[in-house]
């Protein structure tokens, strides 16, 4: 990538939280709520945040358009995540953006510097043709992840059916992986007990 790229911040909130019994992205979370502090910690980093709805675009626009974010319609959540995740990142590339900021808003928000660390580590890749850049701690790989325009097409030309860990292991050399110190990019927070361990 020879120019420097623009980044959009892309928010996955489209799905229907059946395990946790409410909206995830309604939790609340340190004065805030789960997808309040997601759009937070990207807002610094990006020139734009969309997040992208489904069936529950109603109840996330007033957080989203408060927070000065954008509000993206899934119009088939029930197809899965993976539909969201390219509806979101075509939405960057209809709106001129060339790199993405990729989170779920289904755990906490990772803390906003660990998104700057990633970024820059994507900055300082792009020279060794790397697609994208994608945090491990402890292990575990995690959000946000980070995508240029090279990743962001074989997402988008990747059958609807297919996982983003598909995508990513058939371009597995051009992935970056960066130890962080932050455990919440591979927190899980699925039931009302993984919920209730966290906020207590």
């Known amino acids: 990538m020879a120019r420097s790229p623009s980044f959009a911040g892309v928010i996955l909130a489209a799905g229907d939280s059946t395990r946790m019994g409410r909206d995830k992205a ?3 979370w340190r004065g805030s709520t ?3 502090a997601a759009i937070e910690s990207l807002m610094p980093h990006c020139e734009m945040v969309l997040v992208v709805a489904g069936r529950n675009v109603s109840q996330l626009e007033p957080i989203v358009y408060a927070a ?3 509000i993206v319609s899934n119009p088939a959540p029930e197809r899965g995540q993976f539909s969201s995740l390219q509806t979101g990142l075509q939405e960057v590339l209809n709106r001129g953006r060339d790199a993405a900021i990729v989170t779920l808003v289904d755990r906490p928000a990772v803390h906003t510097s660990t998104v700057g660390e990633l970024r820059q580590q994507f ?3 792009c020279g060794r043709d790397v697609w994208a850049v994608v945090p491990e701690y402890e292990g575990k790989h995690g959000h946000p992840i980070i995508v240029g325009r090279e990743m962001m ?3 988008l030309r990747a059958p609807v059916s297919s996982t983003a860990r598909d995508v990513e292991h058939a371009v597995r050399n051009k992935i970056e992986y960066v130890l962080v110190r932050d455990p919440n ?4 927070i699925n039931t009302p007990e993984d919920y209730a361990q966290i906020a207590g």
């Open 68 to 70: 000065g974010a954008f």
């Open 26 to 28: 309604l939790l609340p």
């Open 123 to 125: 900055l300082e890749a």
């Open 185 to 188: 990019i591979s927190a899980n």
């Open 153 to 155: 097409e074989a997402f």
């Open 34 to 36: 789960f997808l309040g």
